[in-house]
């Protein structure tokens, strides 16, 4: 498909509520305007499009928030380059991109220097590349990469345990994502990540007056009935 078609095929699929959502609250210093169009739907329309690296990057140029998701969902993991993701990262529009860039299974997590780049990007100075680094790490938690093993997560669990309360909200955020993935990884993990878990209690997230989003309770995921007989707890 070419980036007129894939416009237009967004525009087909406005969400007027979602529309109006964007412009109340999503749109602020944003530079974006959306055709508010949900992430379920928007990886439907990534599923029906298809893997397109020169497209991915076309539709990361324009100004439209659903077409830069769907770029970030179509890019090719295999020629996504550490150049472009250190790149696309600074024009996040102040982390509005974040979540879906380094998370929501996005292409990002499954390129094979990505593990390599979160570690890099822990250490950033930059809240927003802090923010992508604990959400490629909980991608990634589902999966084996290499160097990722429980001795590095471990200690990663401490260091989000020791670190999340004097973090930037947002990576806050990211960091007790991170913390369930490793959680649910197995028995050891679980126990490690539960106790700091229960150690860190509540998060506090603001999600904004007209959000009913609620921070996420890491200790209810890792001591569901599902998990504990998926791991035999």
Not at 54 to 73: M, Q
Not at 209 to 214: L, M, P, T, V
Request: charged share 30%; glycine share 8%; with cysteine.
């Amino acid at each position: 498909m070419k980036k007129t078609e894939v416009i237009k095929l967004l525009k087909e699929h406005t969400n007027p509520r979602g529309v109006e959502n964007w412009n109340k609250c999503g749109a602020k210093g944003s530079g974006l305007k959306s055709f508010g169009i949900g992430l379920t739907q928007l990886r439907k329309l990534a599923k029906q499009i298809g893997r397109d690296h020169r497209l991915a990057l076309e539709l990361w140029k324009s100004n439209v928030y659903d077409a830069k998701v769907i770029g970030l969902l179509i890019d090719d993991p295999k020629q996504v380059t550490r150049a472009q993701a250190e790149q696309q990262v600074e024009q996040l529009q102040g982390g509005y991109l974040a979540h879906v860039f380094a998370s929501c299974d996005a292409t990002l997590a499954k390129a094979p220097f990505a593990f390599d780049l979160a570690c890099d990007w822990m250490e950033s100075d930059d809240p927003v590349r802090r923010r992508c680094a604990y959400g490629l790490i909980y991608e990634l938690s589902k999966k084996n990469p290499k160097g990722m093993d429980d001795e590095f997560l471990l200690v990663l669990i401490d260091r989000i345990k020791n670190h999340i309360k004097g973090e930037d909200m947002w990576v806050r955020e990211s960091m007790n994502t991170a913390l369930m993935g490793i959680g649910k990884r197995n028995k050891k993990l679980n126990k490690a990540a539960l106790r700091a878990a229960k150690a860190i209690g509540p998060v506090d997230i603001d999600y904004g007056d007209d959000n009913a989003c609620e921070p996420l309770d890491v200790v209810k995921h890792l001591t569901s009935d599902h998990l504990k007989k998926k791991l035999d707890l």
